[in-house]
């Protein structure tokens, strides 16, 4: 074991002395992640509306220009539907936020100076807190409007007096003062009103705390509405999996040259005149081509994690991890057993590998492929190896949906390399 | 004692090595001389168990060469520059002594050894990269002998080499010899074998044509001395077996003598006649 760990460190040692090799096994894999997830996110500058589903359970002329209001809102992009629709877009995370106005909003909108604030549920996952808080800043501000309204437009004025004034008459839960106070002075407001018709200044508004607080524009109530996660957290889950591939895609060509290379250089003569086995010759070269993969894995999901958001679950991370270095050890053995010189064994193995990255889904996601690409990309290691890592990171695949992707892989892996250890002629040519 | 029977190698249409069969004694160098493509590579890759023979055995002390055993005994230095140019001098060593059982503790000491005894201690540290190709050589001898190995094969060790780092790599050669190993020897320089080989080996189309001491060589296939002597009479010339003899004669009839020159028969003299003077490409 000693003399496989000692090949292993001398191949670690001259990957890191080549720095070419370096930028692209490393540095190369995250830029094209954070590039291209850039790119996809939209934070170039694009728009940042939120998208929300309203559900009008009112339907009546308040609420409808209520509704009215959010769509013409620049903060929402809005799309009608039911309140069952609205909460399944949420959930599958197809929208934001839903906003649901009740029966009895549009009576609610009217009263200025009695009974409740017209209420407003909002369905919003509950980790989403900073777009829940906006979403109510923003519905606030529509909310004031009622009172711009009600202020700016006498007859409206008028209206809202004779109904806060029936109000009042029907609500027992008003004290007896406040009733006689009010009763006083909402009819002296309303002969007010009269006579400021056409001043166009208006009253002013000023509300008092408290829920029930008439005076609120609106009473927001938040509903959890948990996001099923069965779609990707953000871009960067896309483009980690497309990076990784890239990364063992650099892993693999570099430890097939090392192999030809030790031929043409001679020092594979040295290797095979040590008392060293054939087969320990072969694995100190798999075992630095695996090691090399988990590095790089390691590498670009801590930064992954800790700096582009992507949540992962481990163990099954771990499982596709383990099942693409298989997969691309066993790849790397065969290329290396296919050619003379380190040049033919770089073009094969760049031209199989783009080859299969292109099908595979290391350069446009899998799932905006057309069908007939799609199904063309189950002959790639390459889309195994992504789908292995997406169901660790966002498509929620159980333990036994992992299975399918890792025993593929570890099927590739091990049919290429007992290919590649046969095939593979150590001895100079 | 390396013991060769009868061995035979094919690489497809090729006959690579037809039937040779030699002994070399432990402690001599030997050399085996050749034409390019004439068997020596493939004869020494047998003989470390590089590669196998169709027929025929190989044995260094009765054991079979590809055996843990005997690698522990042998030493190559490959016709390339075997050795990692982006690694240090040290860390090429450390490498390839950790392929053998050398304890720990020792491996130090042994590499301090190999790189004084080819003259690159104030190299250690530097990269393989940076040094001159009569340094890689040298270098390439260290890492073959760091496992103090009774067989050192040396496949034209010094192909590319100034003057001075070849003749660094001639008293490598002759130290090892008195250090009780066995070297074997291939080259295409007939000085190198005259000067340090205690027996050759002359191999063409993957025979062996001759077999000997250098002396033995030139008696049985290096032919007559050439002398020339300038005197009054003009310039004589003529081929002696005995010159010594024919000299004393010729002399006796010649007056006033300006000038003799003599061209004795060397190794290079055995090779062209045994390989004749067609170019091999």
Redesign the interface.
Known sequence: MNKILALMKKDFKLLFRDKMAVFFTFVFPLVFAFIFGSIFSGDGGGSKALKVAVVDLDQTEQSKAFVEQISEADEFTVTLSTEEKAKDLVRRGKRVAYFILPKGFGEDYKGVFAGSPPEVLVGIDPSRKAEAGYLEGSLMKLGINRFEQAFSDPTAMTEQLDASIAQIQDNDDIPEEWKSLLNDYLPKMKELTAQEIGSGEGFGFGGEEGAENPMMPLKVTKQEEVVKRSGPQNAFAITIPQGVIWAIMGCVIGFAISIVQEKTLGTMSRLIVAPISRTQIVAGKALGCFVAQIAVVTLLFVVAYFILGVRFNLPKLMLAAVASGICFVGLMMFFASLAKTERSVAGITNAFLLMMGMVGGAMIPLFVMPGWMQAISNFSPVKWAIVAFEGAIWRDFSYGEMMTPVLILIAIGVVAFILGTRMVKLEQA | MIQVNALNKRFGSIHAVKDISLEIPAGQIFGLLGPNGAGKSTSI?IM????GCDSGSVTLDGLNPQS?KA??K?G?I???????E??SAL?NLS??A????IPKKKISEKMEWALDFVGLSDRANDRVSQFSGGMKRRLNLA??ILHDPDYIFMDEPTAGVDPQSRNKLFENVLKLKELGKTVIYTTHYMEEAQKLCDKVGIIDHGQLLALGTVDELLSRYGGDTKVSISSEQGVKHFESGDVSKDLIEALKNSNKVYDISMNRPDLETVFLNLTGRQLRD
Do not use: N
Request: proline content about 4%.
């Open positions: 890759s470390t168990g590089l590669i843990k690698r522990l042998i190559l490959p016709q390339s520059i075997a050795l990692y982006e690694l860390d490498f390839f950790s392929l053998y059982d890492a073959s």
